[in-house]
């Protein structure tokens, strides 16, 4: 509930002129395609009117969970007194099963799948439908489950960096065989003014520090009950240790492409 609730401060306050760009895609080859298939949306640019659609959106919220990313539209509906009912919401995306999304007043709610693999197509997709619905002034926001690092269970972390296994601010793409490099930092306004809103809140403890993304689960985030494990309980440790003084506040992940791909594409990126 900390995030929902936190957001929801957030978004009550006039919406800051910090926030007057468009989305840039950074494809040449995008505005020559006499048609754009959304493929894991299941929406195209000839099939559905985007701008119609989405062009007034203003706040794209993105989750791992399809329940919860329901449960948060349906939450916000409530909130804002949307007309209608918040258990009528409507899945835009239910011709696939691949992620949801639902759209409440200017806030767009998708599921964005677990790992980097899963949350990139789905960041291509989203910044590719901002952009043909012509959107300006997004916000994105990532709420989602993490791991804390040396924080009391339910502290929400508000990401200043998102850091790889190294705790280096940057996500390594492989292109053609080759790889680049991106860096990952995000907005540090919105997260100033995102824990500002949540002092005013009391209640919901918050800090802004890093955010440490890993390819898996088990093994990469040290966890001693995978089907694998090949270091110690106090080789784990030292590696948390290390964590920790380099800023690391929790581990998911998803951090490092969410936030490059908001960098190189001029959106606004909170991640939480
Ligand atoms: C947090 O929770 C999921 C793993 O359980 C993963 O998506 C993440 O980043």
């Known amino acids: 509930m900390a995030l929902p609730v936190i957001l929801l401060n957030c978004i009550g306050n006039e919406h800051k002129d910090y926030i007057k760009q468009q989305v840039q895609i950074k494809n040449p080859y995008l505005d020559t395609m006499e048609e754009d298939i959304l493929y894991h949306f299941s929406l195209s640019t000839k099939t559905h009117n985007l701008p119609e659609m989405f062009g007034d959106t203003k706040f794209v919220c993105v989750g791992g969970s399809a329940n919860r990313m329901r449960?948060?539209?349906?939450?916000?509906?409530?909130?804002?007194k949307l007309t209608g009912t918040p258990e009528d919401i409507r899945d835009i995306c239910e011709a696939t099963d691949r992620y949801c999304m639902y759209k409440v007043g200017p806030v767009l709610s998708i599921s964005h799948g677990m790992g980097v693999p899963s949350i990139s197509i789905m960041m291509h997709e989203l910044i590719k439908l901002l952009h043909h619905a012509q959107c300006r002034d997004v916000v994105l926001?990532?709420?989602?489950?993490?791991?804390g690092v040396g924080l009391a269970p339910g502290t929400v972390v508000i990401t200043?960096?998102?850091?790889?296994?190294?705790?280096?601010?940057?996500?390594?793409?492989?292109v053609l065989g080759k790889v680049i490099i991106r860096s990952t930092e995000l907005d540090e306004g919105v997260a100033k003014e995102l824990l500002q809103c949540s002092n005013e809140l009391q209640n919901f403890p918050t800090v802004i520090g890093n955010t440490m993304c890993t390819h898996d689960f088990y093994e990469g985030q040290g966890r001693l009950d995978g089907a694998l494990c090949s270091f110690s309980h106090?080789?784990?440790?030292?590696?948390?240790?290390?964590?920790?003084?380099?800023?690391v506040r929790n581990i998911e992940m998803e951090s490092t492409v969410f936030a490059s791909m908001c960098r190189v594409c001029g959106l606004k990126g909170v991640y939480l």
């Open 160 to 174: 200043d960096k998102a850091v790889d296994y190294s705790f280096r601010p940057r996500f390594e793409q492989v």
């Open 141 to 147: 926001f990532r709420l989602g489950t993490s791991g």
């Open 234 to 247: 106090e080789e784990k440790l030292e590696y948390l240790r290390k964590a920790y003084e380099a800023g």
């Open 71 to 80: 449960a948060f539209a349906q939450f916000m509906h409530h909130e804002m």
